[in-house]
């Protein structure tokens, strides 16, 4: 219980924003309209060169519960979120990506959840998931439902099946984060750098899945995900900096062997798939 008395916990919301102006006030909505008593919102805009910024600062002038910080330069997704991460204070976080809306419940089930399960550092519900094109599909993150061991929970992120990525925008621990630290840039830049991150978390505690359909999250023209190209390198790069996060842990020799063995297989059989592909585009078989 990380309440204090009667007091409900201090839940932040933070919010990496960047040339969102045609979406952000339908995020800030979505973030206003939360149950979660002690909700405060702190949104970081990375210098954007349209409207967005001052659309945040006019919520924040009508309400209290929101604050705008306002980059001088580009910082990049990594910076960006590093910074809020940095002037958080709250018992519980959460990243509010520009592109996602969360039910008015969302935040108010997950803390409930933490709050229920003292050795669990992460909650998070199934999302809907919209494309540009307007095609909708519901999506679930299951793989780590029923697993306590923390070396099997991190070997199935490891090995990045499914929806692995829904974890990402759920509500956090403060304590689990400050152990952390901040998302890492690595060899292939900000490509994937939260895959680490919730590797490194899920050694840290269980992961509690709400099976309800909680957020939808909106593909947009200049989401970040689809500026990445996910190639072999690209992908080595990434599995590098998660084989580094497993070494911060410190574990126990026999248990690092294991995850550094289930990481080299995943970036091998991204080699694999790299080689198949360029085969076949040059028409061998």
Same mark, same amino acid.
């Given at each position: 219980?990380?309440?204090?008395?009667?007091?409900?916990?201090?839940?932040? +919301?933070?919010?990496?924003?960047? !040339?969102?102006?045609? *979406?952000?006030?339908?995020?800030?909505?979505?973030?206003?309209?939360?149950?979660?008593?002690?909700?405060?919102?702190?949104?970081?805009?990375?210098?954007?060169?349209? =409207?967005?910024?001052?659309?945040?600062?006019?919520? +924040?002038?009508?309400?209290?519960?929101?604050?705008?910080? %306002?980059?001088?330069?580009?910082? /990049?997704?990594?910076?960006?979120?590093?910074?809020?991460?940095?002037?958080?204070? +709250? =018992?519980?976080? $959460? *990243?509010?990506?520009?592109?996602? @809306?969360?039910?008015?419940?969302?935040?108010?089930?997950?803390?409930?959840?933490?709050?229920?399960?003292?050795?669990?550092?992460?909650?998070?519900?199934?999302?809907?998931?919209?494309?540009?094109?307007?095609?909708?599909?519901? %999506?679930?993150?299951?793989? $780590?439902? /029923?697993?306590?061991?923390?070396?099997?929970?991190?070997?199935?992120?490891?090995?990045?099946?499914?929806?692995?990525?829904?974890?990402?925008?759920?509500?956090?621990?403060?304590? +689990?984060?400050?152990?952390?630290?901040?998302?890492? %840039? #690595? /060899?292939?830049?900000?490509?994937?750098?939260?895959?680490?991150?919730?590797?490194?978390?899920?050694?840290? /505690?269980?992961?509690?899945?709400?099976?309800?359909?909680?957020?939808? !999250?909106?593909?947009?023209?200049?989401?970040?995900?689809?500026?990445? %190209?996910?190639?072999?390198?690209?992908?080595?790069?990434?599995?590098?900096?998660?084989?580094?996060?497993?070494?911060?842990?410190? @574990?126990?020799?026999?248990?690092?062997?294991?995850? #550094?063995?289930?990481?080299?297989? *995943?970036? @091998?059989?991204?080699?694999?798939?790299?080689?198949?592909?360029?085969?076949?585009?040059?028409?061998?078989?």
């Amino acid at each position: 219980m990380t309440s204090t008395g009667s007091s409900p916990p201090r839940v932040l +919301a933070l919010v990496p924003t960047w !040339k969102a102006d045609d *979406f952000i006030a339908r995020t800030l909505d979505a973030l206003a309209a939360q149950t979660c008593p002690g909700l405060a919102i702190l949104i970081s805009d990375d210098a954007s060169p349209d =409207d967005t910024a001052a659309i945040c600062e006019r919520r +924040a002038s009508e309400d209290p519960r929101f604050r705008v910080i %306002r980059q001088s330069r580009n910082r /990049g997704w990594v910076g960006n979120v590093n910074v809020l991460l940095g002037e958080a204070r +709250a =018992d519980y976080l $959460l *990243f509010a990506f520009q592109d996602d @809306l969360p039910e008015p419940s969302y935040v108010e089930r997950c803390v409930a959840a933490l709050e229920a399960d003292p050795a669990a550092v992460l909650a998070f519900s199934d999302i809907r998931l919209v494309r540009q094109d307007g095609t909708v599909e519901e %999506r679930s993150y299951t793989r $780590l439902d /029923g697993v306590t061991d923390r070396i099997e929970r991190a070997r199935r992120i490891a090995r990045l099946e499914g929806s692995w990525w829904i974890p990402n925008r759920g509500v956090f621990r403060a304590s +689990a984060a400050r152990e952390i630290g901040g998302l890492r %840039r #690595h /060899g292939a830049g900000e490509f994937s750098a939260d895959w680490p991150w919730l590797l490194e978390m899920s050694l840290l /505690g269980g992961f509690v899945r709400i099976p309800e359909r909680l957020v939808t !999250k909106y593909y947009m023209p200049d989401s970040l995900s689809r500026s990445w %190209r996910f190639g072999a390198r690209q992908w080595a790069a990434v599995t590098a900096s998660a084989m580094t996060a497993v070494s911060r842990r410190r @574990l126990p020799v026999r248990d690092q062997v294991r995850l #550094h063995a289930t990481l080299a297989g *995943f970036v @091998l059989r991204q080699f694999r798939r790299s080689a198949r592909r360029r085969l076949t585009g040059s028409g061998r078989t």
